[in-house]
């Protein structure tokens, strides 16, 4: 029992190498792509990392190849590092033609990522708030929850916008979100039948009013003045369900939640930058990554999609910031070299790109610790 629940925790955890290869190679992918189309030379495009399994020299001189071990991959650029006499070297390029291959490779992860996401959203639907059966306030305002003759609920109202803005959620916390700072908001929902999957769209419009606290006994709870506790909400009770959408739809919707995605992401970013507690708590290495993953793929192939699609707009946003040996620190180079007219002597790049990536797996490596210290 025990050998086969290592077995099982193995395979998991390949496929969480498998599912990063994804990424990383999609990445690489739109980099290959874009060079060969603006006739950079490419020496090699390999999946994987280690010693080769397989390769395959082409006639152009590229190497295909594939290798031992299930992480990422990379596409090696002519004189990317280094001065060369070719003219067709990385370096020797138009700057204005290095940006775009520098970014085509986030380029890629975000499109690849909005693609599924569609797929996703049409054929498994997106995570959205709906209002759980609650009290008669809502119920007054027009949410709708029916129940069967076994008492269970047959009927839901499904949320998608806020005064005509589209929910994009990632965690309920998102939802409620919008809610602040109103008084009156107008929903659009739609009242889906959870047995027949009818759905009838409307709109409801839910006001702020006076919410009175109770105990776990029902009884009600007492200020300090006698007068019974209570406060300004707007008295609803919020849970998730999934809804699918008609394809162009999921596409549109799939971008729109690419984008909140993305500022989420730098946003947590910024909160790590500032040195907030929560933030790098959160934060975590490959090692914390490839675990939640792998966590994640025991629920399913649905969720185990629906999380690379998170992980490669992740991937897109962390690879374009402006930081040494990734392609956002590439292209700050580059763009000084097109402001300057000449670039940074090669050595220096080459060593600061390289001084950079240390310390970026340095850093990376301590999150991992942090989160281990954190479970101790």
């Known amino acids: ?30 980099h ?22 397989i390769s395959k020299k082409l006639k152009s001189g590229l190497i295909l190849s594939w290798r031992l071990i299930p992480l990422g991959g990379f596409c090696a650029f002519n004189g990317e590092d280094e001065d060369s006499p070719s003219s067709d070297a990385f370096n020797n390029q138009k700057p204005w033609k290095r940006l775009i291959v520098l970014f085509a490779g986030v380029f890629t992860n ?13 054929f498994s639907g997106q995570t959205l708030p709906y209002i759980a059966p609650g009290d008669d306030y809502a119920a007054g305002r027009g949410v709708v929850y029916e129940l069967d003759q076994d008492g269970e609920v047959e009927t839901i109202t499904i949320v998608t916008a806020v005064d005509g803005k589209a929910v994009q959620m990632l965690e309920p916390a998102d939802f409620t979100n919008m809610l602040d700072g109103k008084d ?30 109770y105990n776990e006994n029902g009884e009600a709870v007492y200020n300090e003045d006698g007068t019974q506790k209570s406060s300004q ?71 185990t999609i629906y999380i690379i699609c998170l992980f490669s707009v992740n991937l897109a946003i962390f690879n374009l910031l402006p930081l040494p040996a990734l392609d956002g620190g590439r292209m700050v180079f580059t763009i000084i070299e097109w402001i300057r007219k000449k670039p940074i002597k090669r050595s220096v790049e080459a060593m600061i790109h390289f001084i950079g990536i240390v310390a970026l797996f340095g850093i990376v490596i301590l999150f991992d610790v942090l989160q281990l210290i954190n479970k101790l």
């Open 1 to 30: 029992m025990i050998f086969l629940k290592i077995l099982e925790f193995i395979a998991y955890i390949l496929v969480a190498f498998v599912c990063l290869s994804v990424m990383v190679v999609i990445h690489e992918l739109g």
């Open 32 to 53: 290959f792509i874009a060079g060969r189309k603006l006739g950079f030379k490419i020496n090699e495009f390999a999946v994987g990392m280690g010693p080769k399994i």
């Open 110 to 122: 975000f499109v690849s990522a909005v693609i599924v996401l569609s797929l996703f959203f049409t």
């Open 184 to 213: 009156t908001v107008t929903l659009s929902v739609l009242v889906k039948n959870l047995k027949t999957k009818a759905v009838q769209k409307k709109e409801i419009v839910l006001e702020r009013h006076t919410v009175y606290e």
């Open 233 to 303: 909400k707007f008295g609803i009770q919020v849970s998730t369900a999934r809804q699918t959408f008609g394809f162009f739809e999921s596409i549109w919707r799939a971008f729109k939640f690419g984008i909140f995605t993305a500022v989420k992401i730098l946003s947590s970013l910024g909160a790590l930058i500032t040195g907030s507690a929560k933030a790098v708590e959160s934060t975590g290495g490959p090692i914390t990554m490839i675990s939640g993953l792998a966590n994640i793929a025991r629920t399913g192939i649905a969720n």
